[in-house]
């Protein structure tokens, strides 16, 4: 028998083709025992759309704000089958989406892919993809703080209570913040949504840009937050709504600029400072949608 | 006849072993304003926890009549009576940062009560906090402003604004003035006043001040030790104490 020591050992790694398989590692990293009770809180969490599922999250192989709960949701879903996408900020190769794709494919040796198309199960940090998701896709949102309500009601207890009661009035009072300070709402990320007309939803720090794409979508998604132990979900094809005022609808804000690497004028940018003298560039967040126009 | 707004039966409750109140029956009509007076540990608080829902009885009844519809209040869902306690009820409490959030600005915070009863129309909300700032007297342009800038008095002047701007049918205030340095306190009991008579507000005030209650309550009760020893109207109970405790009571305010 092998010794069960999983030191990574320096000659393997190559660091253009991720980690090489490591089998003695149960498939995806976590025990079969564990992926069961998170299979049923995401279950759960998706007969309820919205409502968060407390779960006994694990101790990762990465901090907390790593995506912790993202990896232990994928974790739980991931077959053999299966083709994973990792995005962070939109991009495939940031160190977020590196670290956690080279983490599965020693794991479990699946296929991973780069093409929004092509992925069967994404995992995210901050955007959601400007290519439509799809029937059969499983999309997993890493989340830091799951509670929508927490920047007004700190105890807990009581956020329980205002969800169950549906008690959401207070909700506002950020919105109303943002406009009698900046004259228009001026939060741009993190925006809260009420899903299925019931529950009030942290959708993860994704731009507000991003929140129509929640609504109707074909695919499951999935929110996982490690460090707070909730699982939430929008089962496929539920109404999500961004919160507004009557007179102040919800604007899904973007820079006004093109893509400057493949012109595109509707997805969203990153501002990017480009030298000293503070001229700068825009482009899009979202590598993998970049690159197909531009070498079209 | 008048129906009670309020009608109190028999209620007690007690921590433990420490008797917090005992078998208090009263009741409330519109329009009226009811002092609560008695000693520190007198049971005051409980009795006005145990009546906004703040705090669970272990015995007795209160029913509720509101435009007709009587409601259980200890036997009614969580849900209903939370709901009750929004849109219903107010409580202005002793200090004023237990009932504001003074990370929210002054507007959002009287804004807070008008969105948890509905209100989605921003300019509709900002006008009413407007109007509310102004009747309270404080400056339209401190609208913005965080409650940590403001004063004592203007905190609880704020507070009293937060609590009214939805019209409820009761108002409990525990010790509103107790805080502030006296002539906060006239201003700000001048004002409690002048929205009491406008707006024919039905008021219950806890206080261990009796030229407070003097000044503001129709009827009085004055609690020891977790009972109601005399009831009555206030000018007569305060003119003509019969009991011992509420003659010391009385004569132990000072005349300056």
């Known amino acids: 028998m092998r010794k069960t020591n999983n030191v990574i050992k ?58 912790t709960g993202g990896v232990q949701v994928t974790a739980s879903c991931l077959t053999k089958r299966d083709t994973l996408k990792i995005i962070d900020q939109g991009a495939d190769d940031t160190t977020n989406a590196v670290s956690i794709r080279n983490f599965f494919k020693k ?35 890493q989340v830091p703080i799951p509670e929508p309500l927490a920047f007004l009601e700190p105890k807990v207890s009581e956020t329980i209570k205002m969800h169950s009661l549906s008690e959401y009035g207070a909700m506002h009072v950020k919105l109303y913040e943002d406009i009698s300070k900046n004259g228009h709402i001026e939060t741009a990320y993190a925006y809260p949504v009420k899903t299925n007309d019931r529950y009030i939803m942290d959708p993860s720090p994704i731009p507000k840009f991003d929140n129509p794409k929640m609504n109707n979508s074909p695919a499951i998604q999935l929110f996982g937050a490690g ?23 919800f604007d899904p804000f973007k820079a ?24 700068k560039s825009f482009i899009c967040s979202d590598t993998d949608f970049c690159n197909k126009r531009k070498n079209k | ?27 409330l009509y519109p329009g009226e304003v009811l002092g609560i007076v008695g000693e520190s540990g007198s049971g005051k ?48 409490h002793q200090n004023p940062r237990d009932g504001l959030r ?32 102004n009747k309270v007297e404080i400056d339209k342009s401190r609208i913005d402003d965080l409650p940590i800038t403001f004063s004592g008095g203007m905190l609880q002047r704020l507070q009293i604004a937060k609590n009214l701007i939805t019209s409820p049918n009761v108002i409990f205030m ?40 003097r000044l503001l309550a129709d009827k009085m009760i004055v609690m020891k030790n977790g009972t109601v020893i005399e009831s009555g109207l206030s000018d007569q109970v305060l003119e003509d104490p019969q009991q011992e405790y509420t003659q010391l009571l009385v004569s132990s305010v000072l005349h300056v």
């Open chain 2, 102 to 133: 003074l990370n929210v600005s002054a507007g959002g915070n009287i804004g807070e009560k008008l969105m948890s009863v509905g209100y989605r129309h921003y300019g509709n909300i900002r006008s009413l906090a407007t109007k509310w700032v």
């Open chain 1, 227 to 249: 460090r707070e132990q909730r699982i939430y979900a929008i089962p496929p094809y539920t109404k999500v709504k961004s919160l507004d005022f009557e007179d102040y609808p």
């Open chain 2, 174 to 213: 525990d010790e509103p003035t107790g805080g502030l340095d006296v002539s906060v306190q006239a201003r700000v009991l001048d004002l409690i006043r002048s929205l009491v008579n406008e707006l024919n507000l039905t008021v219950i005030i806890v206080s261990h001040d009796l030229a407070v209650i």
């Open chain 1, 107 to 141: 794991t479990s040796n699946i296929k991973t892919t780069e093409i929004t198309e092509k992925a069967t199960l994404i995992q995210t940090r901050h955007r959601i993809p400007e290519t439509p998701l799809k029937k059969k896709q499983i999309f997993v949102y």
């Open chain 1, 10 to 67: 320096i000659k393997d790694f190559k660091v253009d083709k991720g980690l090489p398989f490591d089998q003695e590692y149960n498939f995806a990293y976590l025990d079969e025992n564990t992926k069961k009770m998170i299979r049923r809180a995401i279950i759960k969490a998706l007969c309820i759309p919205g409502y968060q599922v407390p779960f006994a999250s694990r101790e990762m192989p990465m901090p907390y704000g790593w995506g």
């Open chain 1, 256 to 279: 006004e600029h093109a893509c400057d690497i493949c012109g595109s004028k509707n997805t969203y940018l990153d501002e990017i400072i480009v030298d000293d003298a503070g001229n």
């Open chain 2, 1 to 27: 006849m008048i129906i009670p707004l309020l009608k109190v039966t028999n209620l007690s409750k007690s921590y433990d072993n420490i008797v917090g109140c005992k078998n208090i029956s009263m009741s």
């Open chain 2, 45 to 92: 608080t409980t009795l006005i926890n145990c009546l906004s829902g703040n705090l669970e009885p272990d015995r007795g009844k209160i029913i509720f009549n509101i435009n007709n519809k009587e409601t259980d209040f200890l036997n009614i869902s969580e849900s209903e009576k939370r709901k009750f306690i929004r849109t219903d009820l107010a409580f202005v």
